[in-house]
């Protein structure tokens, strides 16, 4: 059974870096027919995908966060990681990581639980 | 402001059928396919339905799902309490990349 799990610091301070980090078990991320991606969901609010990556390292970004998203992949680890910078407390929200069956698609099928970040000083 | 459009709320009595729509444009809906997701409280979303009517292993049939034009809809009949949950369309924009729908709170009566 595949299984995600997200990782990082719970509270990041206000025009800082956010660094998370998803690792992928029961499963390769090298498999050559998923995309992996991250999705957040602000206290309260709907989802808002932020991008994609396949293990080749191509990515896709929502064009609203491109300018502040580095979404990067390790094979050798089987994790792909999120970093987000010059956050705000907008930026607040559950960071979920999850496998995207295709790219031009939207099915994301496996999900980790989700981590809260906080952004505040 | 999404892109696209769902009722923030729906309600309905065990049993009932409910249907939850969602609105886009020809860009996304019009052009892609549609998937929903359940999320139940505190927990991460669930794929209910891909490629506009297609349930994963494990979704009873009580769930569907349809698309026509720019719209598109989740009709859940035989409505139980688990239920009870918040409902979010998604869909491929040709220019966004992957949006999804406000979501919508479905209460069991």
């Known amino acids: 059974q595949l299984q995600l799990q997200e990782s990082g610091p719970g509270l990041v301070k206000p025009s800082e870096t956010l660094s998370l980090t998803c690792t992928v078990s029961?499963?390769?991320?090298?498999?050559?027919?998923?995309?992996w991606g991250w999705i957040r969901q602000p206290p309260g609010k709907g989802l808002e995908w932020i991008g994609s990556?396949?293990?080749?390292?191509?990515?896709y970004y929502n064009p609203s966060l491109k300018s502040r998203v580095t979404i990067s992949v390790d094979t050798s680890k089987n994790q792909f990681s999120l970093k987000l910078s010059s956050v705000t407390a907008a930026d607040t929200a559950v960071y979920y990581c999850?496998?995207?069956?295709?790219?031009?698609?939207?099915?994301?099928?496996?999900w980790g639980q989700g981590t809260l970040v906080t952004v505040s000083s | 402001q999404s892109v696209l459009t769902q009722p923030p709320s729906a309600s309905g009595t065990p049993g009932q059928r409910v249907t939850i729509s969602c609105s886009g444009s020809?860009?996304?809906?019009?052009?892609?396919?549609v998937n929903w997701y359940q999320q139940l409280p505190g927990t991460a979303p669930k794929l209910l339905i891909y490629?506009?009517?297609q349930r994963p292993s494990g979704v009873p049939d009580r769930f569907s799902g349809s698309k026509s034009g720019t719209s598109a809809s989740l009709a859940i009949s035989g409505l139980q309490s688990e239920d009870e949950a918040d409902y979010y369309c998604?869909?491929?924009?040709?220019?966004?990349?992957?949006?999804f729908g406000g979501g919508t709170k479905l209460t069991v009566l």
């Open positions: 999850a496998r995207h069956v295709r790219v031009a698609g939207t099915e994301f099928d496996y």
């Open positions: 029961g499963g390769s991320i090298s498999s050559s027919s998923y995309y």
């Open positions: 990556i396949y293990y080749s390292g191509s990515t």
């Open positions: 020809s860009s996304n809906i019009g052009s892609n396919t």
């Open positions: 490629s506009n009517n």
């Open positions: 998604a869909a491929w924009d040709d220019s966004l990349g992957v949006v």
